[in-house]
């Protein structure tokens, strides 16, 4: 069974500043798909960026990037120019292109930006 | 893209009832997934509901205590039966988008107190 693992409960970072969140996962599958959701207080869970496993380009939206490792089993997160808005949950999460496709979740990695 | 309502948006159940957790999809979709989030923790897949057919419920997750239906291909339903205190979650349904991107689409989910 997959596993995905973040190993940061919290992070801080100051406002204007970048930020880097770990992921790390377990699976004996070539292919498949990584993603990060944020998930604010108001607890709806938003596709912040995906990565597909045969890519070797990392996936890049705004001001959120990847560095996908796979042979690390390492998919980190980096934010640029934090914004206030940025506070939320972070989680990493993993997902099959066999089967039924469902999403293994990281624990989540709570981010704090300070003004 | 997907959106996804669901409801009650939150509700405080008494200890041995039961409650049912709606979910309408405004699009077709294939598959639909309900997910456990306890207070503080990350999301824990229960079943993925199929449409006409039962549920496939995951390790730990039992149909007794967690019925679902999937009538058709744009609702769903959750039943936490018999509750306890343990119960007290947020329960979120999610769909995989019609472009197959691995991508999952997440209601605002349902938050449960059990007294």
């Known amino acids: 069974a997959q596993t995905v693992t973040q190993s940061q409960p919290e992070m801080s970072v100051q406002e204007a500043e970048t930020v880097t969140l770990s992921c790390t996962y377990d699976?004996?599958?070539?292919?498949?798909?990584l993603f990060w959701y944020k998930q604010p207080p108001s607890r709806q869970m938003i596709l912040v960026i995906r990565q597909e496993a045969y890519k070797q380009q990392n996936a890049t939206e705004n001001r959120f990037s990847v560095n996908f490792q796979k042979a690390a089993k390492s998919f980190s997160l980096k934010i640029s120019d934090s914004q206030l808005g940025d506070a939320a949950m972070y989680f990493c999460?993993?997902?099959?292109?066999?089967?039924?496709?469902?999403?293994?979740f990281g624990q989540g990695t709570r981010l704090t930006i300070n003004p | 893209s997907a959106v996804i309502s669901q409801k009650p948006s939150r509700d405080i159940c008494q200890r041995g009832t039961s409650l049912t957790i709606q979910c309408q999809v405004d699009?077709?979709?294939?598959?639909m997934f309900w997910y456990r989030q306890q207070p503080g923790q990350s999301l824990t897949l229960i079943a993925t509901?199929?449409?006409?057919?039962?549920?496939?419920?995951e390790s730990g997750f039992v149909i007794d205590k967690f019925p679902i239906s999937r009538p058709n291909l744009t609702f769903s339903t959750l039943t936490v039966s018999n509750m306890s205190p343990e119960d007290s979650s947020i329960y979120l349904c999610s769909a995989l988008g019609q472009m197959n991107t691995g991508e999952l689409f997440f209601g605002e989910g349902s938050r449960l107190t059990v007294l």
């Open positions: 699009s077709q979709v294939t598959m």
């Open positions: 699976t004996s599958e070539s292919d498949y798909y």
């Open positions: 509901a199929n449409q006409g057919s039962e549920a496939t419920y």
């Open positions: 999460a993993y997902g099959s292109r066999q089967g039924a496709q469902k999403l293994v």
